[in-house]
């Protein structure tokens, strides 16, 4: 018993649990980022330009500039934002026990389709923020545009942590049956069995604990043929019989017809 529990957290070790992506939040978190950023943009502009009205900026050959600058912007954090929820966004909390385990990889299940990825590659919401901010100033400090200094203040005060969600859930009910299925390939006798390694020489005398090895390997073999090669083993055996009777039949048939009668 104690062995099957070193070898099940020996697995343990090259276990990947699984998390759900899900795609609507990333659609529906940049949508909101952008009519948000597109509104506050306007005010802050009309405010810190003096300009008399909404209307007016918005038509005004003479506010072009400032139009055309806060749609640069939102367009470059709505990238970087699709850029940070492909490599998606986690909740460290569903990874306590793993982070412990030092994991390094999870499987991403995106539709029906799980795709590894690693650990590193996927943010938090802290360090997605963090990520955010630092590309955001760097490119604020190498836009050369006019008026970028008078929106400063509009950048320190829109909060991007807004639009930063979870969006790679940990899936509780496929990480169990992965871990089930790599549990079930432990032999439940003397552990695993690696590839070449002999089990008992010819003419050894098969003690009890070689038995249960043997006994287990056959039952693992017959789980892994599957049910259909399982029966098709079956009707290959039940031929032979039939073929052994027919040869038994036709030679009584020919030679000892005194049996048959």
């Keep these: 018993e104690s062995r099957i529990t070193e070898e099940k957290d020996s697995v343990m070790k090259f276990f990947k649990p699984y998390f759900t992506f899900d795609a609507y939040i990333v659609t529906d978190q940049i949508e909101k980022f952008q009519e ?5 943009w306007t005010e802050y ?23 055309e600058l806060g749609e640069q912007f939102r367009n470059y954090i709505s990238d970087q934002l699709q850029r940070i929820y492909l490599n998606g966004i986690i ?13 390094i990889s ?39 545009a006019y008026y970028i200094k008078r929106y400063h203040d509009f950048f320190r005060q829109f909060d991007l942590n807004t639009f ?3 969006n790679v859930n940990y899936d509780d009910n496929k990480s169990k049956q992965a871990q089930k299925e790599m549990f079930d390939k432990i032999s439940l006798t003397r552990g695993m069995i690696q590839k070449g390694q002999l089990i008992i020489s010819n003419g050894e005398i098969v003690t009890n604990e070689k038995f249960r090895i043997l006994e287990s390997l056959k039952i ?16 290959g055996k039940l031929i032979l019989v039939s073929l052994s009777m027919l040869v038994i039949f036709l030679f009584l048939y020919n030679f000892r017809k005194e049996v048959l009668s």
């Design 36 to 40: 948000t950023f597109d509104r506050k």
């Design 164 to 166: 930063i969600k979870v």
């Design 91 to 103: 909740e460290t909390g569903n990874l306590q026990e793993e982070l412990k385990r030092e994991i």
């Design 220 to 235: 693992e073999y017959e789980h892994q043929l599957g049910f259909m090669a399982n029966q098709l083993v079956k009707l």
């Design 106 to 144: 999870v499987y991403v299940v995106k539709g029906n389709i799980g795709q590894e990825s690693e650990l590193a590659d996927i943010f938090t919401t802290k360090s997605a923020y963090e990520y955010l901010k630092m590309n955001l100033n760097q490119h604020i400090n190498e836009n050369s």
């Design 45 to 67: 502009s009309i405010s810190e330009f003096k300009i008399n009205s909404e209307n007016e900026y918005l038509n005004k050959n003479n506010y072009n500039s400032l139009r």
